[in-house]
């Protein structure tokens, strides 16, 4: 069994540990998508708890500092109307009696070509530099065990970039939990 990809190996992911819950296949990938897209929020609690419960992410849960929900863009928001992974990661922490919730302690610049729509290479080039820490949340961070949260995990790129960025702002160790994995 190979435990990590020849990218990973060429290129070792910051994330200390990712978890993911469910593959992103059928009938999965089409309840996501109602719920991202279509802003079906009648899901995300039967999402979160399917996480929650998800013996991996439940011990992840418990050892970390704080939940971090992958940030949206403000264009992005104003796109869907609503925050996907903030309410993902709300019914998350409800359901496993989750560490404290960090939601506001990044910004995310807006990209112009939506991630599930690029190739590994535009995703790579698109998010250097997309995220930053909030200067007066540097404290939130510093010295803590954080623990990333997406709905879907495709490439990685997201969560690597997202884990770059809070290992220089002085996070002891950053790991991730997501929904979905592609397979």
């Given amino acids: 069994m190979v435990s990590h990809c020849g990218a990973c190996l060429a290129h070792p992911p910051r994330l200390a540990h ?11 990938q089409d ?9 079906d929020l009648g899901l995300v609690r ?11 992410i439940h011990h992840q849960l418990q050892q970390c ?3 971090l929900p992958i940030p949206a863009s403000d264009e992005r928001l104003r796109e869907r109307g609503f925050d996907h992974t903030l309410l993902l990661a709300q019914s998350v922490t409800r359901q496993a009696g989750g560490p404290t919730l960090l939601s506001h302690v ?22 250097r530099s997309v995220f930053s820490v909030k200067a007066a ?7 803590r065990k954080l623990l990333l949260l997406d709905d879907v995990m ?3 790129a997201t969560l690597d970039a997202l884990a770059a960025c809070l290992l220089s ?15």
């Fill in 154 to 156: 495709t490439t990685g």
């Fill in 137 to 143: 949340q540097q404290s939130d961070i510093a010295g």
């Fill in 106 to 127: 990044v910004q995310r610049q807006h990209i112009q070509l939506p991630q599930h729509s690029s190739s590994r290479a535009q995703r790579l080039r698109q998010l």
């Fill in 65 to 67: 500092d704080a939940l």
């Fill in 46 to 56: 039967s999402l979160g708890r399917l996480m929650a419960e998800h013996p991996d």
């Fill in 169 to 183: 702002a002085g996070a002891a160790s950053v790991s991730a939990i997501v929904l979905a994995r592609t397979p």
């Fill in 18 to 28: 990712c978890s993911a819950a469910l593959d992103y296949a059928y009938p999965w």
């Fill in 31 to 39: 309840l996501i998508t109602r719920y991202k897209f279509q802003a």
